[in-house]
């Protein structure tokens, strides 16, 4: 079955400390996948997507094959990163599949 | 913020009634997508549409239906069928189906 696994629903971390989201995805086709982000009153968009391998306002993520991840890190966080982050994962088509989501919070 | 709209912001549907989402584009693409989103559960797909004049079911396409008659707007009919409709309603487009989606403000619909 195609599904994305965001393991924690809440993660709280100190400014200036590194942050890892997490994502698992289940797919058997070649993948797809991005990262969404929802600040507070915003829109949901897009953050980055691992075609394009670009680092934006800090964060990367990288795709591993072998265990089936695209984790976002940040080698220190800041309070702006405070928000809501979906991972998803395009099947083909138009299609794309998002995880249940990790509200992420970075304090002071 | 243009782009995508939606409205309203908030909708309330009475039992047995249908109501409709309006969601409207002015980006000039070709795909355009409805989810759902509940607590704890990310982004449901219910339609999406390709070009005009075609659209197709999703993954909980039951009791909702929608249309494509011009490019610019692709409207979300919630029915009566639907048993469980209070949720937060999101409106995505994209220049097709391969290109980033772009996401509306979304519609919160409420049972009374």
């Known amino acids: 079955a195609q599904r994305v696994t965001q393991p924690e629903k809440l993660l709280s971390v100190f400014k200036g400390a590194p942050v890892e989201l997490k994502c698992n995805y289940s797919?058997?086709?070649?993948?797809?996948l991005f990262w969404y982000v929802q600040y507070s009153r915003q829109r949901l968009q897009l953050l980055l997507r691992?075609?394009s391998r670009e680092s934006i306002k800090g964060f990367t993520a990288d795709l591993n094959k072998g265990e089936t991840s695209f984790h976002l890190k940040k080698p220190f966080a800041q309070e702006e990163d405070s928000a809501m982050y979906y991972c998803?994962?395009?099947?083909?088509?138009?299609?794309?599949?998002f995880g249940a989501g990790t509200r992420l919070f970075v304090k002071a | 913020d243009g782009g995508i709209t939606q409205s309203p912001k908030y909708l309330f549907r009475k039992e047995g009634q249908n109501v409709t989402l309006s969601c409207e584009q002015n980006l000039n693409h070709d795909a355009m997508y409805w989810y759902r989103q509940d607590p704890g559960q990310g982004l449901r797909l219910i339609y999406y549409?390709?070009?005009?004049?075609?659209?197709q079911k999703g993954d909980i396409a039951e009791g909702y239906s929608v249309s494509r008659e011009k490019k610019e707007s692709f409207p979300l009919t919630v029915t009566s069928a639907q048993k469980n409709p209070t949720a937060f309603y999101l409106c995505?487009?994209?220049?097709?189906?391969?290109?980033?989606?772009?996401f509306g403000p979304g519609t919160r619909l409420l049972v009374l």
């Open positions: 995505a487009s994209s220049k097709t189906g391969q290109e980033t989606q772009y």
């Open positions: 998803a994962l395009r099947t083909g088509g138009f299609k794309t599949i």
């Open positions: 797919y058997s086709g070649s993948p797809e």
């Open positions: 549409s390709q070009i005009v004049n075609d659209f």
């Open positions: 691992h075609i």
